[in-house]
């Protein structure tokens, strides 16, 4: 497996087992003082850096990885009143809204990396600056 491949997953694995265990666990999330459903930025901030990864080092995945993503929101949303915690289909469309920003901020950020030039720094070299100070 190549190493994108490699660090997408990982990536993914690891925010999908944060997700998990904040979602699945009788405890609540601060609520956020500018309005009631403020919950829902926690979903999409949660479900867009789960797929992030994937639009970012494997876009070619993502006809994989959307379905994949959405079923398992869908799953905790299913799971959440058998641990304590409330089931909610907003819950689960807020979850779809993070998979499209992260999708679109994955992407974007592969193409700003994809076009940034390979090897130069804004700052100029030593050497050229030695050249360049005594004149």
């Given at each position: 497996?190549?190493?994108?491949s490699?660090?997408a997953?990982?990536?993914?694995?690891?925010?999908?087992?944060?997700?998990?265990?904040?979602?699945?666990?009788?405890?609540?999330?601060?609520?956020?003082?500018?309005?009631?459903?403020?919950?829902?930025?926690?979903?999409?901030?949660?479900?867009?850096?789960?797929v992030?990864?994937?639009?970012?080092?494997?876009?070619?995945?993502?006809?994989?990885?959307?379905?994949?993503?959405?079923?398992?929101?869908?799953?905790i949303?299913i799971?959440?009143?058998?641990v304590?915690r409330?089931?909610?289909?907003?819950?689960?469309?807020?979850?779809?809204?993070?998979?499209?920003?992260?999708?679109?901020?994955?992407?974007?950020l592969?193409?700003?990396?994809?076009?940034?030039?390979?090897?130069?720094?804004?700052?100029?070299s030593?050497?050229?600056?030695?050249?360049?100070?005594?004149?």
């Amino acid at each position: 497996m190549a190493s994108r491949s490699i660090l997408a997953l990982g990536l993914s694995l690891v925010v999908a087992a944060v997700i998990a265990f904040l979602t699945l666990t009788p405890i609540s999330a601060p609520q956020l003082q500018s309005f009631q459903e403020g919950d829902k930025i926690y979903h999409a901030i949660a479900f867009a850096g789960l797929v992030l990864p994937v639009a970012l080092f494997r876009p070619d995945r993502l006809l994989v990885a959307i379905p994949v993503h959405a079923a398992f929101g869908g799953l905790i949303e299913i799971i959440q009143p058998f641990v304590g915690r409330e089931r909610s289909f907003h819950d689960w469309i807020a979850d779809l809204v993070g998979i499209g920003i992260g999708i679109g901020v994955g992407l974007a950020l592969a193409v700003i990396l994809r076009n940034a030039p390979a090897g130069r720094s804004s700052r100029p070299s030593s050497s050229s600056w030695v050249s360049t100070r005594g004149r």
